[in-house]
């Protein structure tokens, strides 16, 4: 597939589908749990393609599983049967740890089993891009020091820190570089915890590891989405530029009405319906009434907005609503933009 005409052909168009984080809600489509499928690469492929029939989604997006890549580096991981695994404790309990912690190879705990995942759904879902999913470097870091720690360290022991992040982006390169030979149309790199950081700090310990990744793999055939959910994302966007991602996905905790104010017109910008009051905990009519609304305030002014899920929707998320989704999307378009 030419990715790169596809993204020009999304830019140009006035009636566009819709993206969202679309992938765990399979599980009952399939009558299984996130465990198994978090475990088995023909269940991934299973269910992917069932959402993939169920949904007219501008792409499929592979399982957000941001616990896969720091299980690799050995840390423990609690697999839960109807939520998405997540890491325990901490694998790194001082930066002494961290010197001597190896760069682990591709393919070692689950991350093998997910690059299968989407080298056998790109045999059988055909009609759309399909992108895999990482963890971004400084989220990485956080996942195997702490959250709060990583945030610590990013003051008190700054260039120890900085060692992490590169042994952090040293395996991403590598990973994401196994699902571009897999055929992967792209990658969604979500780096939701350097929106906890302040800009400055974001553009000093984020910015030049993810960078990295993009130059690293980023190419005609194969496109770069940055997804950040964090807070202060709004006010990193010059920051986030700088990466010279194909394309942009925010969370929820900001206002798209702040954000694409600052995007170029010419840049794919992604967001943000709320995937757990919305998804999992609405109602059919209240996802109507807020995909209405997000459309109408954006959709006229800025047509490089492509309305999106605010972040990975939930497992348990209500197939009405889901469903109630696309509709309003279709819905829009198809009574707004004539």
């Not at 001597?100 to 056998?120: F, H, N, Q, T």
């Not at 610590?152 to 060692?163: A, F, G, Q």
């Not at 800009?199 to 910015?207: D, T, V």
Request: proline share 5%.
């Amino acid at each position: 597939m030419n990715m790169q005409k596809w993204l020009n052909d999304l830019k140009k168009a006035r009636i566009k589908k819709t993206m969202p984080i679309l992938s765990f809600p399979g599980t009952q489509l399939i009558n299984s749990t996130v465990a198994q499928v978090c475990s088995d690469s023909d269940l991934q492929v299973k269910m992917m393609k069932a959402v993939a029939d169920r949904v007219d989604s501008l792409a499929a997006v592979g399982l957000m599983d941001l616990s896969v890549e720091a299980e690799c580096f050995g840390a423990k991981v609690i697999k839960q049967e109807e939520d998405v695994p997540t890491i325990h404790e901490a694998l790194i309990k001082d930066m002494e740890t961290a010197k001597d912690l190896k760069v682990p190879a591709v393919g070692s705990a689950r991350s093998g089993i997910y690059i299968e995942g989407i080298k056998k759904l790109l045999q059988v879902v055909k009609d759309r891009p399909v992108f895999a999913g990482c963890v971004g470097p400084f989220s990485l870091a956080g996942r195997l020091t702490d959250v709060s720690e990583a945030m610590i360290l990013c003051y008190e022991e700054p260039e120890n820190m900085k060692s992490l992040l590169e042994k952090c982006t040293e395996f991403l390169i590598a990973y994401v570089s196994e699902y571009k030979k897999a055929g992967a149309n792209g990658i969604i790199i979500a780096e939701p915890l350097a929106g906890v950081l302040s800009p400055n700090l974001a553009e000093e310990f984020s910015e030049p590891y993810v960078r990295k990744i993009v130059e690293a793999v980023g190419s005609q055939d194969f496109l770069v989405i940055y997804h950040n959910c964090g807070n202060s994302a709004d006010r990193m966007i010059p920051s986030l530029l700088r990466l010279k991602c194909d394309a942009y996905h925010f969370g929820n905790a900001v206002d798209m009405r702040n954000v694409l104010p600052q995007m170029p017109k010419d840049v794919i910008t992604m967001g943000n319906i709320d995937p757990v009051s919305a998804f999992k905990d609405g109602t059919p009519e209240n996802m109507r009434k807020k995909v209405f609304e997000l459309l109408q305030d954006l959709y006229k002014d800025y047509p490089n907005f492509v309305i999106s899920s605010g972040c990975d929707i939930p497992a348990a998320a209500k197939w009405e609503n889901i469903d109630a989704y696309f509709d309003a999307v279709k819905e829009f378009y198809e009574k707004i933009v004539k």
